[in-house]
């Protein structure tokens, strides 16, 4: 079974209640059919009801079958309103201006969750990436237990080309533009975590440069040593390796070449960039040039769990970020 087939049917056994949070677009409309339909997920479509109701009917669905929550007439609008307030009186928000935010559709959402109406929100499919993340720090907040919040993509290698095949963890290429050996360290511990919550497999952590075990010499090098340092001690049965070019990290007989003794061995499966330019450009490289699928960014070291997607993203798109979504959900 491919991974991403994988994560499906993981999301199918344990179903959970998802909030889209641009219910009114069509993608998501389309999406949301589906996830009912394959019984993936409970779904609130957030937006107003004539055009969500008019959007299901042109999908041939109906809009009996989905709850619809219109942030301008619902009935959980004041009491957000409240909750919202209390949240961000520290940050100058008086009582009307969290009774105009709540009115925002990113931001209903993600009170849906904090509030337990809900077990995960997408945005992102028209809000930018900026908007969706900040509602979700904002409001959703950050794990007790994570450092900062950071993102990966999922990339699925599973065309006839791709020599090696499998599902992949890349980060962070979409949040933390250049992170400490601490923080660097946290996005590992985070990424091993996500992935063997998708995947139900053992993460393999390379923490990857432009060095591998000594190579070259500078303050960027020693960054990913010390980070691999302080993940390690952090957890101790994480099997992770670094500093690691990426061909020692991902091709065994590399791995024999210039790592030698890497408890890797070449088979990593998460791989953590020292940057966010390098991860960016490395995740693009290998969606476009090597035909990876790229699911994300996903986010991690959220109190609940809240994605984005792209602004270019299709129905199928939208639709595998939901199963994603309720397998954080289902993991906690």
């Known amino acids: 079974m491919k991974p991403l087939d994988r994560i499906i049917e993981t999301a199918k056994q344990a179903p959970r209640h998802i909030v889209l949070a641009e219910g009114e677009d069509t993608r998501v409309v389309a999406a949301a059919m589906r996830a009912r339909a394959e019984g993936l997920a409970e779904v609130t479509l957030i937006g107003r009801h004539e055009i969500i109701a008019e959007r299901l009917r042109d999908h041939g669905g109906d809009a009996h079958a989905f709850r619809i929550e219109d942030p301008a007439t619902s009935p959980l609008t004041q009491q957000f309103a409240l909750r919202y307030h209390d949240l961000r009186r520290s940050k100058g928000v008086d009582r009307e201006m969290a009774e105009k935010a709540v009115r925002e559709d990113l931001v209903f959402a993600a009170m849906m969750v904090r509030e337990d109406e809900a077990d995960g929100t ?14 979700a720090l904002q409001i959703i907040g950050r794990a007790p237990d994570a450092g900062l919040v950071s993102s990966f993509f999922l990339m699925m290698l599973c065309q006839p080309h791709h020599a090696k095949k499998g599902a992949f963890v890349f980060s962070d290429c979409g949040l933390v533009v250049d992170p400490d050996a601490a923080g660097l360290a946290d996005i590992a511990r985070m990424s091993a975590r996500s992935y063997q919550a998708l995947l139900g497999e053992r993460p393999k952590v390379a923490m990857l440069s432009f060095s591998t075990n000594g190579s070259a010499a500078h303050d960027r090098v020693s960054k990913v040593v010390e980070a691999t340092h302080i993940a390690r001690a952090a957890n101790p049965d994480l099997l992770i390796d670094g500093e690691l070019q990426f061909d020692s990290a991902f091709v065994e007989a590399v791995s024999s070449s210039k790592a030698p003794n890497s408890a890797l061995h070449g088979q990593a499966n998460v791989f953590v960039f020292p940057n966010l330019d390098a991860a960016n450009i490395g995740y693009k490289i290998a969606q476009r040039i090597g035909g990876a699928t ?13 994605n984005d997607l792209s602004r270019g993203c299709t129905a199928d798109d939208v639709f595998h970020m939901i199963a994603v979504t309720v397998v ?5």
């Open 294 to 306: 790229a699911i994300g960014p996903v986010l991690q070291g959220l109190a609940k769990p809240a």
């Open 328 to 332: 954080q959900a289902a993991s906690r």
């Open 122 to 135: 997408i945005g992102g499919a028209v809000a930018t990436t900026a908007d969706t993340v900040r509602t």
